[in-house]
């Protein structure tokens, strides 16, 4: 029963990171076919999102305000929007705007990475032979992606790289950020007012209301997955499962997210990548289950 009961769960968390990668197609293609701008774009998503995961908190009676009411707990909850949640969506969608939603995924995976370093510093520690082993074929693989084994020419973007880099700073700030928070507060409320949190600056950057042109029926279908499915349920998905999965195979789930972006890119968005590119794809995907590894002795 219990095997049954985590392979549901891991089941609802792989849906989620895989909407995660369909919304990051869905974007590349709005952004081909039409004006909107990743800023408009985050905006519609941190604010309609946000708002749904309140009024779903407040239907679920979770203590949406308790975490106001302790100003240091507060403060980090407003970095946490402002870093965590709209620069890390922002710069995502930067990536995809300047490059392609495989791309932007790809370097996206090297969160882990970003991880392991600050922890490490933090806790002035040196890290396990196999994270150093893993970040370094994680370089390895970046290297590969966007230069192809040519170190003259960048086969991606330069602020594609750029972009797509800062998206895993930032994303890095998404995990560290609220991990004092989910000690006391539920991870559906940091993440709730993290979006709208987040929502409101991306407001204040470019409104919601502020519509671009050339978005079609079939655009607004699209937006309407990346924010109801893509951002609202997706994040419930994975996020309720992260009470019980280990966060070993929580993590190897998460590279559902970069596969489902680069198959999809292959199928939809035509792209095309040389064998040293793909290659560089599957190293940083193999650092990153590297790094998720855990010996068994230590594993609960």
Same mark, same amino acid.
């Given at each position: 029963?219990?095997?049954?009961?985590?392979?549901?769960?891991?089941?609802?968390? &792989?849906?989620? %990171?895989?909407?995660?990668?369909?919304?990051?197609?869905?974007?590349?293609?709005?952004?081909?076919?039409?004006?909107?701008?990743?800023?408009?774009? /985050?905006?519609?998503?941190?604010?309609? $999102?946000?708002?749904?995961?309140?009024? =779903?908190?407040?239907?679920?009676?979770? !203590?949406?305000?308790?975490?106001?009411?302790?100003? $240091?707990?507060?403060?980090?909850?407003?970095? #946490?929007?402002?870093?965590?949640?709209?620069?890390?969506?922002?710069?995502?969608?930067?990536?995809? #705007? =300047?490059?392609?939603?495989?791309?932007? %995924?790809?370097?996206?995976?090297?969160? @882990?990475?970003?991880?392991?370093?600050?922890?490490?510093?933090?806790?002035?520690?040196?890290?396990? @032979?196999?994270?150093?082993?893993?970040?370094?074929?994680?370089?390895?693989?970046?290297? *590969?992606?966007?230069?192809?084994?040519? /170190?003259?020419?960048?086969?991606?973007? @330069?602020?594609?790289?750029?972009?797509?880099?800062?998206?895993?700073?930032?994303?890095?700030?998404?995990?560290?950020? @609220?991990?004092?928070?989910?000690?006391?507060?539920?991870?559906?409320?940091?993440? &709730?007012?993290?979006?709208?949190?987040?929502?409101?600056?991306?407001?204040?950057?470019?409104?919601?209301?502020?519509? !671009?042109?050339?978005?079609?029926?079939?655009?607004?279908?699209?937006?309407?997955?990346?924010?109801?499915?893509?951002? *609202?349920?997706?994040?419930?998905? =994975? /996020?309720?499962?992260?009470?019980?999965?280990? !966060?070993?195979?929580?993590?190897?789930?998460?590279?559902?997210?970069?596969?489902? &972006? %680069?198959?999809?890119?292959?199928? *939809?968005?035509?792209?095309? #990548?040389? #064998?040293?590119?793909? &290659?560089?794809?599957?190293?940083?995907?193999?650092?990153?289950?590297?790094?998720?590894?855990? !010996?068994?002795?230590?594993?609960?």
């Amino acid at each position: 029963m219990k095997k049954s009961t985590n392979g549901g769960v891991a089941l609802r968390a &792989a849906i989620g %990171t895989t909407m995660w990668g369909v919304g990051g197609i869905l974007s590349n293609i709005i952004f081909n076919t039409s004006h909107a701008t990743p800023a408009w774009l /985050v905006s519609m998503r941190l604010t309609w $999102a946000g708002l749904a995961m309140l009024a =779903y908190g407040l239907i679920t009676h979770q !203590p949406l305000l308790r975490v106001w009411r302790n100003r $240091a707990d507060a403060l980090r909850l407003i970095a #946490f929007g402002i870093v965590g949640v709209a620069m890390a969506q922002f710069s995502y969608l930067l990536a995809i #705007f =300047y490059g392609n939603a495989a791309i932007a %995924t790809i370097m996206l995976s090297l969160v @882990p990475a970003m991880i392991t370093v600050v922890v490490c510093v933090s806790d002035r520690m040196w890290p396990r @032979p196999i994270d150093t082993i893993a970040i370094t074929i994680a370089l390895i693989g970046v290297f *590969f992606l966007v230069t192809d084994g040519n /170190v003259t020419q960048l086969h991606v973007a @330069p602020l594609a790289v750029l972009w797509g880099l800062v998206a895993a700073v930032t994303g890095a700030a998404y995990t560290l950020l @609220p991990r004092p928070l989910l000690q006391h507060e539920p991870p559906l409320v940091i993440v &709730a007012w993290g979006l709208v949190i987040g929502g409101f600056l991306m407001n204040w950057i470019t409104p919601v209301w502020r519509v !671009p042109t050339g978005l079609h029926a079939w655009s607004w279908l699209f937006i309407a997955f990346i924010i109801f499915g893509a951002t *609202f349920l997706a994040y419930i998905l =994975y /996020v309720s499962s992260l009470k019980t999965l280990r !966060p070993a195979i929580a993590s190897m789930i998460g590279n559902l997210e970069p596969l489902t &972006a %680069t198959i999809l890119s292959i199928i *939809f968005l035509a792209l095309g #990548f040389h #064998f040293l590119q793909f &290659a560089g794809i599957v190293l940083v995907l193999a650092a990153v289950c590297m790094m998720s590894w855990v !010996p068994k002795k230590q594993r609960v």
